[in-house]
């Protein structure tokens, strides 16, 4: 019997097979996207989170190769991680491969790695597996999904995707293609699931198109407009308006500037030359005349736009004539920050628009119709939902299903799961690792919930170190105890409370008497002292007593 | 040349006079609402932000009441504070007094405070001033806003409001009063600003009670609905829903329970005797027969629904005939909470309604359409808007001249701004101050940017402490340092770093030579110590060196 084709996302949040998937046969197998997650706020300290890739270290010999279906970091961001472990050639679109690029020179591996770019409609052969790279409809260009021909039949996996009919640069999705797949017979559809509770249609990016166009015509002064530095379509979007209002563009923000300089560069973007203007410039330039592109659409706290807010931005002062738009929307977790940003800008008397109030920015992912649209082209046998978390799955499940595939066909996964399927059907028949792997400095995988939980302790409550000198000989303190705190409580309370403490400590062991036992009197030491401290202020520092003999 | 009318916000953090506004006459001061507001993710460890009082506490004597207008935290939970600095009368409908006398208890202020409930129309006169309620249609019961009429005429101030012409519990906002004092010539409106972003219309709780009894019907097993505990009216709805369906009621977390039974009993809750039963005979209740109210909307991390999602509930466990609803909207920062439990919730395999897949919620707030019938109906010389952040009341002074109100008579205020009003206008005056006043524990005010900055470095990085014992006459190490670390690596690098560190500590301390200069070497000590960690783990630990003499 031939083998099973396997299938097993790895990594991530709830985020599943987002940040990466396994397709497996017999003794081969490729990886689609190496991503990473941005941390909770309660991943105190944590840089970033990468896929757990303890499965494919048990035998890195069977991982052929990497797909990548678009540059965004949470498709590419882990790829580093994974190929300073095991060296595979990686296939991609153009676009990709220059965002990649950047990475794996920051992690100096730009050298030993084998980028391959593809185009879409060529075909990669690597073992059992031919892979084909088919356009989509996405927030970035060079978007793409896979068409992995495998011994049992094709898999369509879609990756990020929507259906827009007036893309810009005719980034459409390849729906001509799908149908085919379907007509030939489809074994598997892995399909976006990220907006899967929106009813209706994803709305066309002309509608942002029109907005910007209306908001940059109407504007006397200057306008300032962040995105994604990655959605290149709608920065071409803001330098086509300004091209038609006679405006000058001018880039402030790292990664917008690297953007767009890449994005030039291979013609991406495409300006009539002079359009971009160098932000030294700018206040030699009418604000009439101005189109400011920055970064900070996440509200991060070194962004332009956020250096704007607070006063601080090296050439922007914001006033009342500015416009300023946020063409985006605040990924979950950052709107505390983006909201902090427009607050400020209406302080300082701009004009400011957002998504809220304003169709200045369109999802990147296909709603239900869209969705439904796939399935009916695709037809597939099997169908599991990725990109999103578990209630996404689940209800991307249930829309299969209410379009009349059989309940044991529709298959939920969470990372880890292996799904086998074989001329018999589907079915998870085991599972493999699948953790959250935090990445702090150049720590990978060493901070865990224990230390999480430990920076947390000290985050709310602050610390308290009582440092006694002891006499190895006689057993007594052999001058005052010193006492420090930190983050535990202000400048006016803390004297009386450390004086406290000290006195509390002296007292213990600073008496006469019988030699003291260690081991014993330094956990209720921790334990009188934390208990002083909560009786007077009804905190919890952590108490850290250090006990020298000398 | 008789005093102005002055206005003044105060405490706190954009929601302007949410938490609390004075409204002064000559030497005479009354206060509306005193709330608190929950803390920000990056407020470290605090447990609330009250309302900055030093500016009554210049002549406390000048404050003559308190007017609450209903009895939410953001409008009430401030009022301890406030009342133990200075004993004043406290004026409220009847179920705020219930709710604020659950508060008072708590901070042992119940029996020295006076507060008295009046009726919606009843009059108080406090010196100057005359203040009545006015009924208004919000998310909790016995809701008003306040006519207060002063020497120079009436203001109208409206609390947290919205029109909703098919409300439960027939709690509608009192157009025709207000038309009334509108006709007779209102001198200020001081009104909700928290949803002017939303085009026309909030819906009524009408949608939401048909959806809720939609599903109640449907389910075939339990039905487990959470809601803000202070949401009297629907849970006064899905009681009337469980009658209908003969299902019966169980009530669990701490919150819901006290207030279903004070609700109960002050006649705010209706149902036949029988209705609630004790959550312990739950098991041997049949699903299909139950519904269960609990706690937990916001994620709250003890709370009912939580401890559910977490299979930790003592009486529920989660399983697939369940129905589970979220009769709420996360409030913002509550996001990720939660869509945590509602992700357990799906992975129990339970079916989750919420509000961003079923109009199961609807906002307690006035939108665009609902504000300008106010407006129009009041036509008030003067605006200010009240709750909700800038933007919201830059949003609405432009509705209030969009209406036509000249623009120097539609007022932004923010907190400690003083708006004087008298014959000839209104301007702000000047400023007093209005801090966040952070509360930890028992302490209040003492938790400052600081401390908050000494604690977000701990929890990002964690700590090192350095331990040296020095001979005071040789200056030279006596023994080996101590060093520990806290929240800083995992337990497997933790080993090799710090005895790094011991042995870098020894050779700087340890070695032949001069005595050493104390002042000069704890500094140099710190940053070396850093330097070696940060270079082998690019993180920053706070490092704490402790150098004692013995």
């Known amino acids: 019997m031939s ?56 035998d ?15 498709h590419i961001g882990g790829l580093p991680f994974l190929l300073r472990e095991v060296n595979v050639p990686v296939f991609c679109l153009r676009l990709t491969k220059g965002l990649v690029e950047v990475k794996l020179r920051e992690h100096h591996l730009l050298e030993e790695t084998h ?15 031919t892979v084909e790279f088919f356009s989509v409809s996405h927030s970035i260009p060079d978007a793409a999904g896979l068409i992995i021909k495998t011994p049992l039949g094709p898999i369509v996996h879609t990756g990020d995707f ?15 293609r799908l149908a085919e797949v379907g007509n030939e017979g489809a074994l598997l559809l892995a399909a976006d699931s990220t907006y899967v509770e929106i009813e209706g249609h994803t709305p066309s990016e002309m509608r942002v198109a029109e907005t910007l166009d209306r ?102 002062t914001i006033h009342e004539d500015d416009t300023v738009i946020l063409s985006s929307n605040p990924v979950p977790g950052n709107e505390k920050l983006v909201y902090r940003n427009i607050e400020a800008l209406f302080a300082a008397g701009a004009r400011v628009l957002y998504n809220r109030i304003a169709d200045v920015h369109v999802r990147g992912h296909a709603a239900q119709e869209e969705l439904k649209i796939v399935h009916r082209l695709v037809r597939p046998r099997h169908f599991v939902g990725i990109h999103g978390e578990y209630r996404h799955l689940v209800m991307h499940r249930e829309l299969a299903i209410s379009l009349g595939m059989t309940e044991d066909h529709a298959i939920v996964l969470t990372d880890g799961d292996v799904l086998e399927i074989d001329e018999n059907g589907a079915r998870v028949a085991e599972r493999v690792p699948a953790d959250y792997v935090y990445v702090d400095g150049l720590g990978i995988g060493d901070v865990d919930q224990i230390l999480l939980r430990d920076r947390a302790h000290l985050a709310n409550e602050g610390m308290v170190v009582v440092v006694a ?19 535990f409580v202000g400048p006016d309370d803390e004297p009386e409370l450390l004086n406290g403490v000290q006195q509390l400590v002296t007292d213990k062991l600073g008496g006469e008497g019988d030699r003291v036992d260690w081991t014993a009197i330094h956990e209720t030491l921790k334990d009188d002292v934390a208990a002083f401290l909560h009786n007077r202020t009804h ?9 020298m003999e000398v």
């Open 115 to 129: 980028v391959t770019v593809v185009e879409v409609g060529d075909a990669v052969e690597i073992g059992a597996f």
């Open 469 to 487: 000198a002891v006499d190895r000989r006689t057993g007594k303190l052999v001058r005052a105890p010193e006492v420090m705190s930190h983050g």
């Open 215 to 316: 908001a940059i015509g109407d504007a006397h002064g200057r306008v300032i407009i962040t995105t994604f530095a990655s959605l290149i379509s709608r920065i071409q979007m803001v330098i086509d308006s300004a091209v038609k209002h006679d405006r000058r563009v001018f880039v402030t923000g790292r990664s917008m500037e690297n953007n767009v300089r890449m994005a030039s560069d291979l013609g991406y973007l495409q300006m009539p030359s002079g359009m971009l203007m160098n932000v030294r410039e700018m206040n030699d330039h009418p604000d009439a005349k101005t189109v400011v592109i920055c970064t900070g659409s996440q509200g991060e706290p070194t962004a332009a736009l956020t250096r704007m807010a607070q006063g601080s931005h090296q050439h922007v």
């Open 3 to 58: 083998p099973a084709l396997r299938v097993i996302p790895l990594g991530g949040l709830g985020e599943i097979g987002r940040n990466m998937m396994l397709y497996e046969y017999g003794d081969e197998m490729i990886a689609v996207d190496a991503g990473i997650m941005f941390p909770d706020e309660e991943m105190l300290g944590v840089d970033l989170v990468i896929p757990d890739i303890s499965y494919i270290m048990r």
């Open 162 to 176: 929507k259906i827009d009919h007036t893309p810009l640069m005719q980034q459409h999705t390849d729906l001509g």
């Open 539 to 547: 905190r919890r520092p952590l108490v850290l007593p250090v006990m």
């Open 60 to 74: 890195p010999s069977r991982l052929k190769a990497v797909f990548l279906t678009h540059g965004h970091e949470d």
